[in-house]
C-alpha cells in the first residue's frame, strides 16, 4: 500500500545514546517532514524539507538533525539522546501542489529516552 | 506564529449524541484540514477546505470553514462508538505548506 513507513516502531535509549529514525514514502511527495506529539502538546514540527536537498528547521529543532538522503527518505537523527526526547515522532509528506491536498502521515515512532 | 485553538479539549458522549468541534484562530489562513488520530496509529486527512464559508459532508460529518477563514467547526451528527478518536485541526498561510496543529479535541463514543 501507497504511504509512508518509518522505522523503527519503538525504540528505548538510554541518556547520551545516538539513533536515527527513518522515514519512506512511495508517493512521490516533494516535501516532507518529522513532528513530535506529546500529551497537551499537540503535533510540533521539528524540522521539514519541501524539497530534494532542502531542509529547514521548524518549531523545536534543538537536539535534533535530518538529512532529506533522496525524494523518498528523509532521517531524523538524535546525536544525544535526552529525557526531554521521550515523545511520539511522525514523519509525514505532501504533494506541492495545491491547497486541498493534505498529509500522509506514518504510524509513529514511539521513543522513550531513561 | 499562528495559533489554531481547538475546543473542546475533552469530549465524552453516549452513542447517538451529536457534537461539534471548534478550530478558531486571530490568522486569516488559505486552507484548513482536519484529522483524525486513532491511538497507536497517525493523523488520517478527513476533509480540507480552502473557500471561505464553504461546507463539506463526509456521511454524518461536516465541516465548516468560517467567511473569514479564520475559524472552523466539525459537527458530528448521532456519534458512534467509531468516531472515538483525536480529532486535529491543521491551517496553512499562503501557500507555505508549513502547516499549523490545534492541539486536537479528544472524543470518546460510549455504547
Known amino acids: 500500500n501507497a504511504g509512508v513507513t518509518q522505522t523503527p516502531k519503538f525504540q528505548v535509549l538510554k541518556t547520551g545514546q545516538s539513533m536515527t529514525l527513518q522515514c519512506a514514502q512511495d508517493m512521490n511527495h516533494n516535501s516532507m517532514y518529522w513532528y513530535r506529539q506529546d500529551p497537551g502538546m499537540g503535533l510540533r514540527l521539528i524540522y521539514y524539507?519541501?524539497?530534494?536537498?532542502?531542509?529547514d528547521k521548524g518549531e523545536v529543532p534543538n537536539g535534533y538533525n535530518v538529512s532529506r538522503l533522496n525524494k523518498r527518505e528523509f532521517s531524523l537523527r538524535l546525536e544525544s539522546a535526552a529525557p526531554s526526547q521521550t515523545s511520539v515522532y511522525f514523519c509525514?509528506?505532501?504533494?506541492?501542489?495545491?491547497?486541498?491536498?493534505?498529509?500522509?502521515f506514518g504510524s509513529g515512532t514511539r521513543l522513550t529516552v531513561v | 506564529t499562528q495559533l489554531l485553538e481547538q475546543s473542546p479539549q475533552f469530549l465524552s458522549i453516549q452513542e447517538g449524541e451529536n457534537l461539534t468541534v471548534y478550530c478558531n484562530s486571530s490568522s486569516v489562513f488559505s486552507s484548513l484540514q482536519w484529522y483524525r488520530q486513532e491511538p497507536g496509529e497517525g493523523p488520517v486527512l478527513l476533509v480540507t477546505v480552502v473557500t471561505g464559508g464553504e461546507v463539506k459532508k463526509l456521511k454524518r460529518l461536516t465541516f465548516q470553514f468560517g467567511d473569514a477563514r479564520k475559524d472552523s467547526s466539525l459537527h458530528i451528527t448521532a456519534a458512534q462508538p467509531g468516531d472515538t478518536g483525536l480529532y486535529l485541526c491543521a491551517g496553512e498561510a499562503g501557500g507555505s505548506y508549513i502547516p499549523t496543529f490545534g492541539r486536537g479535541t479528544s472524543l470518546i463514543v460510549h455504547p
Open positions: 509525514a509528506s505532501r504533494e506541492n501542489r495545491g491547497a486541498i491536498y493534505g498529509y500522509t
Open positions: 524539507s519541501a524539497s530534494e536537498g532542502t531542509t
